[in-house]
């Protein structure tokens, strides 16, 4: 087994194999930084390699924080059943990986989103790290895997357009097969029956 499968397979159940100790000095500590951190190296490396990173210059890696829990919703004070005024219980269409990588894009505009991975989290934040990719780099542009970026202006706008590996999987579009008929080519071309 290589490096990078030892690694996966400690990140698979990280309560049991990180010490606990470890993971709450870690969790204090992302904490105070602020919400969009630029970090020199992935913390997982197995993780960052799988979704397309490369330590090469134009890749940049952001570690930022997202609050849990369902949607926040404000008191519709009109007349209507107090069980229709939807507060709690809300659950939003979008997952909170993909608000992470959409906010993450709107801090860095002159970069697209490549990918983003889980790195922890506590009781009110989850921690992710997002990998940045500056599409008019010199090195991208030449670069066999990472030059699609660059061409043309179709990969504008990556995470608010649910390209991502995130994005795909909340607009399920890794579904396949019985069940995902009104998923293609959009759930919006479908009148979003698909979901």
């Known amino acids: 087994m290589g ?18 100790r470890h993971r709450v000095a870690r969790m204090a500590s992302w904490r105070r930084e602020p919400v969009f951190c630029r970090i020199e190296k992935p913390t997982r490396i197995d993780a960052a390699r799988r979704v397309g990173y490369k330590a ?24 209507r059943k107090p069980s229709k005024a939807g507060i709690k219980k809300i659950t939003m269409a979008k997952s909170i990986q ?19 991975y889980w790195v922890g989290e506590d009781g009110k934040n989850k921690f992710y790290e ?29 995470a608010f357009r649910g390209k991502t590996g995130a994005g795909k999987r909340g607009r399920g579009l890794l579904n396949k097969g019985k069940g995902a008929e009104k998923l293609r080519p959009s759930l919006k071309a479908n009148k979003n029956r698909g979901k």
Do not use: C
């Not at 090469?56 to 007349?79: A, E, S």
């Not at 608000?99 to 697209?112: C, G, L, S, V, Y």
């Not at 066999?144 to 061409?151: E, F």
């Open 98 to 116: 993909r608000i992470a990588e959409e906010r993450t894009a709107r801090r860095f505009p002159n970069m697209e989103v490549l990918n983003s």
């Open 56 to 79: 090469k210059q134009g890749v940049v890696v952001v570690r930022t924080r997202v609050r849990r829990g369902g949607l926040r919703k404000g008191k519709i004070h009109m007349k």
């Open 130 to 158: 997002v990998i940045m990719i500056d599409p008019s780099h010199p090195a991208i542009k030449s670069d066999k895997q990472l030059g699609w970026v660059s061409s043309g202006s179709s990969h504008r706008g990556r």
């Open 3 to 20: 490096l990078h499968q030892h690694v996966r397979s400690m990140w698979k159940q990280p309560k049991e194999t990180i010490p606990s």
